[in-house]
């Protein structure tokens, strides 16, 4: 089982920039591919970005291709989303999740991920 904290959310202006940390404990954060998911307020979860294992294999939601990037550090535990040009269409809970299935893959479907933080809030103001 692994752990998952959001950290980095805020409230920025458009065309700002964050970084979004998802920090991991217990099982080894290697053994997992990670991605990002977002919800804003009565809608879906969606899918944002996703890191395979290795870091080798990225894949992004159309809306962010060219503005986001993931990545993760697998010695420190720690999975990444760097954030530019930042929109007001952005503004939503932020939440990292894991999956243990994945080898060298990194999936954008929600059902594949076992493991999930509390999300952290991103506000972009226009």
């Known amino acids: 089982q692994v752990q998952l904290v959001e950290s980095g959310g805020g409230v920025v202006q458009a065309g700002g920039s964050l970084r979004l940390s998802c920090a991991a404990s217990g099982r080894t954060f290697g053994s997992y591919a990670m991605g990002w998911f977002r919800q804003a307020p009565g809608k879906e979860r969606d899918f944002v970005a996703a890191i395979s294992r290795s870091g080798t294999v990225t894949t992004y939601a159309d809306s962010v291709k060219g503005r986001f990037t993931i990545s993760r550090d697998n010695a420190k535990n720690t999975a990444y989303l760097q954030m530019n040009s930042l929109k007001p269409e952005d503004t939503a809970v932020y939440f990292c999740?894991?999956?243990?299935?994945?080898?060298?893959?990194?999936?954008?479907?929600?059902?594949?991920?076992?493991?999930w933080g509390q999300g952290t809030q991103v506000t972009v103001s226009s």
């Open positions: 999740a894991a999956d243990s299935a994945a080898w060298i893959t990194a999936s954008s479907r929600r059902e594949e991920y076992d493991y």
